[in-house]
């Protein structure tokens, strides 16, 4: 059955340029599928259009019949004093209305109406408000807002005292809550942290329906879609596999047109020297060939024609960081810093060293006090106690999670020539356009630039600097998959000190050799890369949690029950053991998909032997269950 149909979808908002150009493509239900595409290619666009939101100017969407769908991108508006658990439960409103209507009929028969009009509509009634958990709606609530870490105190703040990125892990709940058929995320893990992204990746795994996401998350797009859809100049090209398997088959895609393209040039120089001789012959009087000469000509012609043009891929950034050169071990000495807002602790005694060409990841929930801390690095902030010192020669850049310039309605070009006295314009321009700013794209006003173009600007204007120490707030937020990979290379290249806070895992187990988690007011330092630090954090949960059915060690005299029941403990006490092995197989299997997650052929082999684990698992606690009742436990 297939659940959405676009046919031949033309949208623009400028007179001349298409954003959707005869965009076509089906989706089967269940099918779970990552829309990708550069920022501005009209993703956002088409889940508008989806929705009803905006009228497409030509072309056709059908969306299957009696599907619910649901989209995450805008927050909608809710009665003012609105709290977090009221937005949550507006998910409920089908639950509402039928128990409105049964507490009538609650009435109705208190008061003596005995029917059997009446009792059959109650059972009806009491029947489907089960069915849909109308009688569990709390645990299904406690379940999301844990997940998506929505603490019980946030659940009784007014909705609209929270920020931007809790309004949207809020709204993520209540659209789950929902229980929607067609699930529309827009960017969905962009205000996440990793205990709440991977619980959403655990949910679109499980979701039973079908699934349109627009992420540019890597790691999220590999564990949650199985097709891929790019929208590229307007249209859209297909990939059956996850990102990994879209972006080795981009690549080749790529080559194969290249060669073909080179072949059919190739092609038509050989020709165009061959009919320019016939042509000659011609004119020296052998007529004949003054046919063959036209003839080729004409095939030359059709050449032409059947050519698409040159293959073109995103230009490489060719910008470096400018490096200052260092001298010591010493770049940071944190000594008991201490801060807190509002009677609450971010953090204290925070006492760490940074040396020369270390890089460091600072991972943390939301609102640990992340970023708080890098500005008491940069002395944006000051701590409530203890200091900072940094190393003699250390030269320091930021680029904040929240960009901001002084002067929003300068140009590109003015903006770097204000910041950069001494620049030549020809100089700025040189700059800008290594960062994919070029022709009249530099004279237009920094304020109408994307969240994305405002964190390529001003990295554009750190690159020009000379430092040794990077520090960097969610360097790859709001941007599109080509720019983060801008930001990657240049972050590659560099060779000085880095420490960041990130949620995208790519960025992070490429470059983290070292893990600072912020929890709990304190900063637990983790030596090791993130795939190391993941393991450890792995086995320290296993750790926590109790086995799901512990068997309770008895000594032997106390070993009760006929000769039956005494050989299923013993098979018990065999298959706990098996258990435990498989789990701790399947923990160092998560470990290997972790470090393969860019590999496609790896990953897809590792996920099916994880695969068979898990059934294997599976069928283990089963058999467990079923040796419990046998030995009468």
């Given at each position: 059955?297939?659940?959405?149909?676009?046919?031949?979808?033309?949208?623009?908002?400028?007179?001349?340029?298409?954003i959707l150009d005869g965009l076509?493509?089906?989706?089967?239900?269940?099918?779970?599928?990552?829309?990708?595409?550069?920022?501005?290619?009209?993703?956002?666009?088409?889940?508008?259009?989806?929705?009803?939101?905006?009228?497409?100017?030509?072309?056709?969407?059908?969306?299957?019949?009696?599907?619910?769908?649901?989209?995450?991108?805008?927050?909608?508006?809710?009665?003012?004093?609105?709290?977090?658990?009221?937005?949550?439960?507006?998910?409920?409103?089908?639950?509402?209305?039928?128990?409105?209507?049964?507490?009538?009929?609650?009435?109705?028969?208190?008061?003596?109406?005995?029917?059997?009009?009446?009792?059959?509509?109650?059972?009806?009634?009491?029947?489907?408000?089960?069915?849909?958990?109308?009688?569990?709606?709390?645990?299904?609530?406690?379940?999301?807002?844990?997940?998506?870490?929505?603490?019980?105190?946030?659940?009784?703040?007014?909705?609209?005292?929270?920020?931007?990125?809790?309004?949207?892990?809020?709204?993520?709940?209540?659209?789950?809550?929902?229980?929607?058929?067609?699930?529309?995320?827009?960017?969905?893990?962009?205000?996440?942290?990793?205990?709440?992204?991977?619980?959403?990746?655990?949910?679109?795994?499980?979701?039973?329906?079908?699934?349109?996401?627009?992420?540019?998350?890597?790691?999220?797009?590999?564990?949650?879609?199985?097709?891929?859809?790019?929208?590229?100049?307007?249209?859209?090209?297909?990939?059956?596999?996850?990102?990994?398997?879209?972006?080795?088959?981009?690549?080749?895609?790529?080559?194969?047109?290249?060669?073909?393209?080179?072949?059919?040039?190739?092609q038509i120089a050989h020709l165009?020297?061959?009919?320019?001789?016939?042509?000659?012959?011609?004119?020296?009087?052998?007529?004949?060939?003054?046919?063959?000469?036209?003839?080729?000509?004409?095939?030359?012609?059709?050449i032409r024609q059947s050519q698409?043009?040159?293959?073109?891929?995103?230009?490489?950034?060719?910008?470096?960081?400018?490096?200052?050169?260092?001298?010591?071990?010493?770049?940071?000495?944190?000594?008991?810093?201490?801060?807190?807002?509002?009677?609450?602790?971010?953090?204290?005694?925070?006492?760490?060293?940074?040396?020369?060409?270390?890089?460091?990841?600072?991972?943390?929930?939301?609102?640990?006090?992340?970023?708080?801390?890098?500005?008491?690095?940069?002395?944006?902030?000051?701590?409530?106690?203890?200091?900072?010192?940094?190393?003699?020669?250390?030269?320091?850049?930021?680029?904040?999670?929240?960009?901001?310039?002084?002067?929003?309605?300068?140009?590109?070009?003015?903006?770097?020539?204000?910041?950069?006295?001494?620049?030549?314009?020809?100089?700025?321009?040189?700059?800008?356009?290594?960062?994919?700013?070029?022709?009249?794209?530099?004279?237009?006003?920094?304020?109408?630039?994307?969240?994305?173009?405002?964190?390529?600007?001003?990295?554009?204007?750190?690159?020009?600097?000379?430092?040794?120490?990077?520090?960097?707030?969610?360097?790859?937020?709001?941007?599109?998959?080509?720019?983060?990979?801008?930001?990657?290379?240049?972050?590659?290249?560099?060779?000085?000190?880095?420490?960041?806070?990130?949620?995208?895992?790519?960025?992070?187990?490429?470059?983290?050799?070292?893990?600072?988690?912020?929890?709990?007011?304190?900063?637990?330092?983790?030596?090791?890369?993130?795939?190391?630090?993941?393991?450890?954090?792995?086995?320290?949960?296993?750790?926590?949690?109790?086995?799901?059915?512990?068997?309770?060690?008895?000594?032997?005299?106390?070993?009760?029950?006929?000769?039956?029941?005494?050989?299923?403990?013993?098979?018990?006490?065999?298959?706990?053991?098996?258990?435990?092995?498989?789990?701790?197989?399947?923990?160092?299997?998560?470990?290997?998909?972790?470090?393969?997650?860019?590999?496609?052929?790896?990953?897809?082999?590792?996920?099916?032997?994880?695969?068979?684990?898990?059934?294997?698992?599976?069928?283990?606690?089963?058999?467990?269950?079923?040796?419990?009742?046998?030995?009468?436990?």
């Open positions: 059955m297939v659940d959405i149909a676009v046919s031949n979808v033309v949208k623009s908002f400028e007179i001349g340029s298409n076509t493509f089906q989706i089967q239900a269940g099918e779970r599928v990552g829309l990708l595409g550069r920022n501005g290619a009209g993703k956002t666009t088409l889940f508008k259009i989806l929705t009803g939101e905006l009228r497409c100017d030509s072309g056709e969407v059908v969306i299957g019949r009696n599907r619910r769908v649901g989209l995450i991108s805008q927050i909608p508006v809710y009665p003012a004093g609105y709290t977090v658990e009221d937005v949550l439960n507006t998910a409920f409103s089908r639950h509402q209305t039928l128990l409105q209507e049964m507490e009538r009929l609650t009435a109705a028969m208190a008061d003596g109406d005995s029917s059997a009009e009446t009792l059959r509509r109650y059972g009806e009634l009491s029947a489907k408000f089960e069915g849909i958990g109308g009688y569990d709606t709390d645990t299904a609530v406690n379940k999301v807002a844990n997940g998506l870490s929505i603490p019980p105190e946030m659940r009784s703040q007014p909705f609209d005292s929270l920020s931007g990125g809790e309004k949207t892990r809020v709204n993520l709940g209540r659209l789950i809550l929902e229980d929607t058929d067609i699930l529309l995320l827009d960017e969905p893990t962009n205000h996440l942290d990793l205990h709440a992204t991977e619980w959403l990746e655990g949910y679109v795994s499980r979701f039973k329906g079908t699934v349109v996401a627009i992420s540019h998350d890597r790691y999220f797009l590999d564990r949650t879609v199985t097709r891929v859809i790019e929208i590229l100049d307007g249209k859209a090209e297909f990939y059956a596999g996850n990102y990994s398997f879209y972006a080795i088959e981009k690549e080749r895609r790529y080559l194969e047109r290249m060669r073909q393209y080179e072949k059919a040039e190739a165009e020297k061959s009919a320019e001789q016939l042509r000659l012959w011609a004119f020296q009087g052998m007529d004949k060939t003054y046919r063959r000469a036209v003839s080729m000509e004409r095939r030359i012609e059709r698409v043009g040159r293959p073109t891929k995103a230009r490489a950034l060719t910008a470096r960081f400018g490096e200052a050169e260092f001298f010591g071990d010493e770049v940071l000495h944190l000594r008991e810093i201490g801060k807190s807002f509002d009677g609450r602790t971010l953090f204290e005694e925070v006492s760490l060293l940074v040396e020369g060409g270390e890089r460091i990841a600072l991972l943390g929930d939301n609102g640990t006090g992340k970023s708080t801390l890098l500005k008491i690095l940069m002395d944006e902030e000051s701590p409530d106690t203890g200091r900072v010192k940094y190393g003699p020669s250390v030269r320091t850049a930021y680029l904040p999670q929240i960009i901001r310039f002084d002067d929003p309605s300068r140009s590109l070009v003015d903006t770097m020539l204000y910041a950069k006295r001494g620049l030549s314009t020809q100089g700025a321009r040189d700059r800008l356009a290594s960062f994919q700013f070029r022709g009249e794209d530099v004279f237009k006003p920094v304020s109408v630039l994307s969240g994305g173009e405002q964190s390529r600007l001003r990295l554009c204007m750190l690159m020009d600097e000379e430092i040794n120490f990077l520090i960097l707030d969610e360097p790859t937020n709001h941007l599109d998959i080509a720019s983060r990979e801008w930001i990657e290379e240049a972050v590659e290249a560099y060779e000085g000190t880095l420490l960041f806070v990130s949620h995208d895992r790519y960025f992070i187990n490429r470059f983290a050799t070292r893990v600072w988690e912020l929890a709990n007011g304190r900063i637990t330092d983790y030596p090791v890369p993130f795939a190391r630090y993941r393991e450890i954090k792995e086995r320290e949960r296993s750790q926590q949690k109790p086995a799901a059915k512990p068997v309770p060690d008895k000594p032997k005299a106390a070993a009760k029950g006929n000769k039956a029941q005494q050989a299923a403990r013993k098979q018990m006490t065999i298959c706990q053991r098996e258990i435990e092995k498989l789990e701790e197989a399947i923990r160092e299997k998560e470990a290997e998909l972790e470090a393969n997650a860019c590999d496609y052929e790896k990953y897809s082999a590792l996920y099916s032997e994880k695969e068979a684990m898990d059934e294997a698992l599976l069928s283990l606690m089963e058999r467990w269950e079923q040796l419990s009742e046998e030995a009468g436990e």
